[in-house]
C-alpha cells in the first residue's frame, strides 16, 4: 500500500513539472501591455538536481549551439553569464546579441501569448533558461519595445516589462498655477513650464531625448530657458542645446531643445525634468479668440531598447524612435475699435486720443508699434499716420509735434515696452483708431485733440476688460462703462465717441448798441419829415 502511495505521488509530481510557463506582468502607468504578443525563447536547456530547486545544471540548447558571445560558447559562455549580477549592463549586453542571432537564424520561439489586460502568460515546453521579448503600446497607440528579459523556468517564471514611454507636459505659469490658457496683452511676458520624467532605460546603449517646442507668429523666445533634472541644473551647450528655426510658412518659430548624453541619467528612473522659458506676445499676435495664439511641444524618444543605436545625441537614419502627444497651451489676446463721428453719425477726422492702464504692457495703434525715442527717425502726423519726412515750414502745422521723434518697433520685447501702457494714436481718414493687443484690465481713453469745430470730450471714456478662458475658447466681456460691447469680424470690440460742433459765444466786441441808435436815427428823421409835411400841408390849405 505505501509503495503505490509512493508511486501515485511520483505520478502527480511528474505531472505537475511538465507545466511550464512565464508570466509577464507590466507594472508602470505610461504603457499597456494588453493585447500585444509576448515570445519566449530557450537559450539553456536547464536539469534540476534532487529536491534542491536552485542546484540546476545548463545546457547550450539545440538552437543556440552554434551562439558565440565575446568569443565564448558553450559551457564556457555559461560560466561567464554565472560571474555577472542580475539586471546588470553585462546580461542586458547579451541578451541583445542573443535576439540579434534568433532574428539573423530565424529562430521559432518556444511559446507566445497575448496579453489580456497587464498580464500574458506563456506556456514553455521544459525548463530552460529563456530569453522573453514582446512590445507595449504608449498613449495615442505608439508603439514601444521591450527590453529582452532572462529569466528561468523552474517551472514557472514571472517577468517584469521592462518598457517605458516618457510623457510631456506644458502649461502657463501665472503665479502659482499651472493653467493650459490665459489672456495677456501684446509686449506681455508669458511663463512656459514643460514637464517630463526620467524614462526607463534598461537595455539601451543611448537614449535620444529631444523637445520639440513650436512658438506661433505671435510669441517671441526671450532667450532664457532654464533646466534641471532631479536637483541638477543643467547647462547650456554643456548638458543641452537650443536651436531656433523659423517657420516661413505660417511665421511660427520651432524651438528644438536636444539633451546631450542623455543615458547618463539612466540611474535616475522617474527623476523629474523641468523646462522653463518665457516668451512674448508681439505685434503679430492673433485676436481670434478660438484659435488664440498656440505654443505646443512634443517630445521625440529611443523606443527599442534592443537596437544597437549610433547617433550622437539625435537618431540617425532608420533608427527606431518614438513621438508623445503634442501638449499645447494657448494665449489670448484682445482689442478695441474707436469711430469718431458726429452727432449724425458722419465720420471724423483730426481727433487724437491716449489710452492708459495699470499692468499691461505695450499697445498696438493702427496695427504698428511707434514708441518715442529721441534717436527715432519717425513723426507722428495729425492724420493718425506717422511719416519720415522732416517737418518744414509748410509743412509743420500737419504735425502733432515738430521735435518728438519715434522708433518703429518690429518685434517687442520686455525690454522696450513699459509696464503701464499710455500710447496716443489720432484717428484715420475714416475715423477709426484700433487699440489691439489688450488683455484683461481698465482702460481709460482721453481725448486729447479734438476735430476742427469741435467740442473735446469732457470726461474720459472707461473701459473695462475681463475673460473666462478655456483651451477651446476665450469668452471676452468689454464694458465701456455701463454699456457692453460687442466684437466684429475683425474680433475688434468696437464703440463710437461722438462729439458735438461748437457754438459761438456772446462778445463785447460786435455791434452792441449801435442797431439803436441807428433805428433810433431812421426813426427821428422819419418823424421830422412827417412834421414838416403836415405843417406844409396847413399853410396850403
Known amino acids: 500500500l505505501v509503495l503505490a502511495l509512493v508511486m501515485v505521488l511520483a505520478l502527480s509530481v511528474g505531472a505537475f513539472a511538465a507545466d511550464f510557463s512565464i508570466t509577464v506582468e507590466n507594472k508602470k502607468d505610461s504603457i499597456s501591455i494588453n493585447g500585444n504578443t509576448y515570445s519566449a525563447y530557450r537559450i539553456f536547456d536547464a536539469q534540476y538536481s534532487g529536491s534542491d530547486a536552485n542546484a540546476v545544471t545548463y545546457t547550450v540548447s539545440e538552437n543556440f549551439k552554434d551562439f558565440t558571445y565575446d568569443e565564448k560558447s558553450g559551457d564556457a559562455l555559461i560560466a561567464y553569464l554565472a560571474t555577472l549580477k542580475t539586471d546588470s549592463d553585462q546580461l542586458d549586453a547579451f541578451a541583445k546579441a542573443a535576439l540579434a542571432y534568433i532574428k539573423d537564424k530565424n529562430i521559432q520561439p518556444d511559446g507566445t501569448a497575448t496579453a489580456e489586460g497587464e498580464s500574458a502568460t506563456i506556456s514553455v515546453p521544459a525548463a530552460g533558461y529563456y530569453l522573453v521579448t514582446g512590445t507595449a503600446t504608449a498613449p495615442d497607440n505608439q508603439t514601444v519595445t521591450a527590453a529582452c528579459t532572462l529569466t528561468t523556468a523552474k517551472p514557472t517564471a514571472s517577468v517584469v516589462v521592462k518598457a517605458d514611454a516618457p510623457t510631456v507636459d506644458k502649461k502657463i505659469v501665472e503665479g502659482k498655477q499651472r493653467v493650459s490658457a490665459n489672456s495677456a496683452s501684446i509686449g506681455e511676458s508669458v511663463s512656459f ?35 534641471t533634472v532631479g536637483d541638477k541644473t543643467l547647462a547650456e551647450n554643456t ?66 531598447p534592443n537596437f544597437d543605436y549610433q547617433g550622437e545625441d539625435s537618431p540617425g537614419k532608420d533608427e527606431p524612435t518614438g513621438e508623445t502627444p503634442k501638449s499645447e497651451t494657448k494665449t489670448f489676446t484682445t482689442g478695441l475699435k474707436l469711430t469718431k463721428v458726429d452727432s449724425q453719425g458722419k465720420k471724423l477726422t483730426g481727433a487724437k486720443f491716449q489710452i492708459s492702464g495699470e499692468g499691461v504692457k505695450a499697445v498696438l495703434i493702427n496695427k504698428e508699434i511707434y514708441l518715442e525715442d529721441t534717436t527715432g527717425d519717425y513723426y507722428l502726423l495729425k492724420n493718425g499716420t506717422y511719416t519720415q519726412d522732416a517737418p518744414n515750414d509748410l509743412t509743420k502745422d500737419s504735425y502733432d509735434s515738430t521735435t518728438t521723434k519715434y522708433k518703429k518697433v518690429t518685434v517687442v520685447t520686455k525690454e522696450t515696452v513699459p509696464t503701464a501702457v499710455k500710447a496716443v494714436g489720432y484717428v484715420d481718414k475714416n475715423g477709426i483708431l484700433t487699440f489691439e493687443g489688450l488683455g484683461e484690465g481698465e482702460y481709460t481713453i482721453t ?52 462729439n458735438n460742433a461748437g457754438t459761438e459765444l456772446p462778445s463785447t466786441g460786435g455791434m452792441g448798441t449801435t442797431v439803436f441808435y441807428i433805428l433810433g436815427s431812421v426813426l427821428a428823421l422819419g418823424a421830422a419829415v412827417v412834421l414838416v409835411t403836415r405843417k406844409r400841408m396847413k399853410e396850403h390849405n
Open 193 to 227: 513650464e514643460i514637464t517630463s520624467k526620467v524614462p526607463d532605460m534598461k537595455g539601451y546603449n543611448k537614449y535620444y531625448f529631444i523637445l520639440n517646442d513650436t512658438l506661433s507668429k505671435g510669441l517671441t523666445y526671450n532667450g532664457d530657458a532654464t533646466i
Open 447 to 498: 481725448e486729447l485733440v479734438a476735430p476742427n469745430g469741435f467740442n473735446l470730450l469732457k470726461d474720459p471714456i472707461t473701459i473695462t476688460i475681463s475673460a473666462n478662458e478655456t483651451f477651446n475658447n476665450c469668452e471676452w466681456t468689454v464694458k465701456k462703462g455701463e454699456e457692453s460691447l460687442t466684437a466684429g469680424a475683425d474680433h475688434l470690440f468696437s464703440f463710437k465717441v461722438e
Open 239 to 304: 548638458d543641452y542645446t537650443i536651436t531656433l528655426a523659423k517657420n516661413d510658412a505660417d511665421g511660427s518659430t520651432g524651438m528644438v531643445i536636444v539633451f546631450k548624453n542623455f543615458i547618463q541619467y539612466k540611474n535616475q528612473t522617474d527623476a523629474a525634468i523641468k523646462v522653463s522659458y518665457s516668451a512674448t506676445l508681439n505685434q503679430d499676435a492673433s485676436l481670434d479668440p478660438v484659435a488664440g495664439n498656440p505654443n505646443e511641444v512634443k517630445l521625440t524618444y529611443s523606443n527599442n
